[in-house]
């Protein structure tokens, strides 16, 4: 079983910042990449950033510039560093790995349960 875990949401007026952090536990084998979407009302769930292995870091040009992603290898955790925030910026944020379960041949993606984002103006 893996699991991911996500904290750091909140309420931040426009300007603020907030730190999101997502874990991942289980029977993890290996992780290729990890990273952050995020879903408001009414809209699809995007790409806000994410962290590939020995590879690129990718960004939504919507964000470029004021939210960085980083990630901890040794404890399978993932952060999103989010500065001057905006109300656009309210949405539900999930976290995503895409990783290797012990015993399996197949990497899977998983989802964390999500955390709320709201700025205010």
């Known amino acids: 079983q893996v699991q991911l875990v996500e904290s750091g949401g909140g309420l931040v007026q426009a300007g603020g910042s907030l730190r999101l952090s997502c874990v991942a536990s289980?029977?993890?084998?290996?992780?290729?990449?990890m990273g952050w979407y995020r879903q408001a009302p009414g809209k699809q769930r995007e790409l806000v950033a994410a962290?590939?292995?020995?590879?690129?870091?990718n960004y939504a040009d919507s964000v470029k510039g004021r939210f960085t992603i980083s990630r901890d290898n040794a404890k399978n955790m993932v952060y999103l560093q989010t500065n001057s925030l905006k109300p656009e910026d309210t949405a539900v944020y999930y976290c995503?790995?895409?990783?290797?379960?012990?015993?399996?041949?197949?990497?899977?993606?998983?989802w964390g349960q999500g955390t709320q984002v709201t700025v205010s103006s």
């Open positions: 289980g029977s993890i084998s290996s992780i290729n990449a």
């Open positions: 962290l590939i292995t020995g590879g690129p870091t």
């Open positions: 995503n790995a895409v990783l290797l379960r012990v015993g399996s041949i197949r990497y899977s993606s998983y």
